[in-house]
């Protein structure tokens, strides 16, 4: 359409715009496009109905106002986001699909519901009482090797992790597409950790208090995992069943635990910006973290908002508490467990022939491990995606 002229009719009625705080959220649900505003900005989103030339909007606006706004420029934003639907009724990108899966959205009604949503916070409470009451509950890293054969034992933690990934991330889309936010999971890496995340961005679409569910349904479904499994191992007698309920138990209770480290950005961090009312506390604390250690962005430092230094403040402090919280998980949960896994899989490959079985278990184990390392690549290649399209925009 080349470059926007103010005789240009605009159309943003599909784009959401929520009052947080002082601000305004503004962006489009479908592509994760969001952008924090004054509040004459969301009423220039307002007047962009299809039906006004910017002409028209910009003098409605700075009629309220008493003051000249550049609505043009700001129109031009917009265009560059893509969150423009229609310029003078043509529509732009009509290749996006903005419509939800409705089986996702009405299951996810049903399983986000009022009265599971109890049930999932009193399993949680149950959960943490059994353990609480019976430290001995609390999985060591050798329940993880469920048989003697290390091989089959790692080939099984694989399939239980990538199992509870999926449960843990399917909870997270249902609970979205409930309100009708359209997601996509993917692998990424939190500092060197792989994690799988699913995109929730449309949330920002939606009001403040209705982000909470969406945000903890993952944990909510661990939650009644765990406590399946510790009612498993109290009461079941048969010892397979519940050598197996510590092994998944082990792996769940460490995603639970994992997410209380935000600063990796995981789900209770989304659940403290939401509360906080904030929309890059991580940012803004890494701003902070290298204007007093480096010496570097000051300037960005000083076009935050109060209220974001205020946050970024005590948020930078958990850094070092988080450090050490994430240090004992990564050895506790991972480098143990590989460590004793890999010091089995060496003794059986150079112990016995490659006619042995224990040769062939001791290469299950290498081959869940080069499973796991690809991963972990596509993670690293999706979060230094993410890192180069960030330094795009900022450019």
């Known amino acids: 359409m080349g470059n926007l002229v103010k005789e240009h009719c605009l159309d943003c009625t599909h784009l959401s715009i929520q ?29 962009f109905d299809g039906e006004k030339a910017i002409e028209e909007v910009k003098e409605s606006v700075e009629a309220k106002y008493g003051e000249e706004v550049d609505v043009l420029d700001f129109a031009e934003t917009l265009l560059e986001m893509g969150l423009i639907l229609k310029i003078n ?19 996810g009604s049903i399983l986000f ?37 290390v091989g ?48 929730m961005s449309g949330l920002w679409s939606r009001a403040n208090k209705e982000r909470y569910t ?51 950005r995981t789900d209770m961090y989304f659940v403290l910006i939401n509360w906080v009312n904030t929309s890059a506390l991580h940012e803004h604390s890494l701003v902070l973290l290298q204007k007093v250690f480096l010496r570097k962005r000051q300037d960005e430092w000083q076009r935050l908002a109060p209220h974001e230094k205020k946050h970024a403040k005590w948020f930078s402090m958990l850094y070092m508490f988080g450090g050490a919280v994430a240090t004992f ?40 491990l080069l499973i796991q390392v690809a991963a972990w690549l596509i993670g690293l290649r999706t979060a230094r995606n993410e890192r180069q399209a960030n330094q795009a925009v900022s450019a």
């Open 214 to 264: 969406p945000y903890l349904a993952g944990m909510a479904w661990d939650g009644v995992m765990i406590l399946a499994c510790l009612l498993i191992q109290l009461f079941v007698p048969i010892a397979f069943i519940v050598s197996f309920a510590q092994m998944v138990t082990f792996f769940l209770l460490f995603g639970v635990i994992s997410q209380f480290v935000i600063f990796l």
């Open 113 to 149: 519901s009022k009265p599971l949503m109890v049930f999932y916070t009193l399993s949680a409470v149950a959960a943490v009482f059994l353990i609480a009451s019976s430290p001995s509950l609390f999985p060591s890293f050798r329940d993880a090797f469920l048989f003697e054969s």
């Open 152 to 199: 089959l034992s790692a080939i099984l933690i694989l399939f239980t992790i990538s199992a509870a990934t999926i449960i843990h991330e399917f909870a997270h889309v249902l609970a979205a597409n409930r309100l009708g936010v359209k997601t996509k999971v993917q692998l990424n890496l939190r500092m060197i950790f792989l994690v799988a995340e699913t995109d």
């Open 19 to 47: 009052q947080d705080g002082e601000e305004y959220t503004i962006g489009d649900p479908v592509l994760g496009e969001f952008i924090r505003v004054p509040e004459v900005a969301a009423d220039v989103v307002r007047g």
């Open 89 to 107: 009724g043509v529509v732009l990108n009509e290749e996006v699909d903005r419509e939800v899966n409705p089986r996702l959205q009405k299951a």
């Open 329 to 368: 998980l990564f050895v506790y949960f991972q480098i143990l467990p590989s460590l004793y896994g890999l010091q089995q899989a060496f003794e059986n490959m150079t112990q016995h022939t490659f006619t042995n079985l224990y040769f062939w278990d001791g290469i299950l184990v290498i081959v869940a």
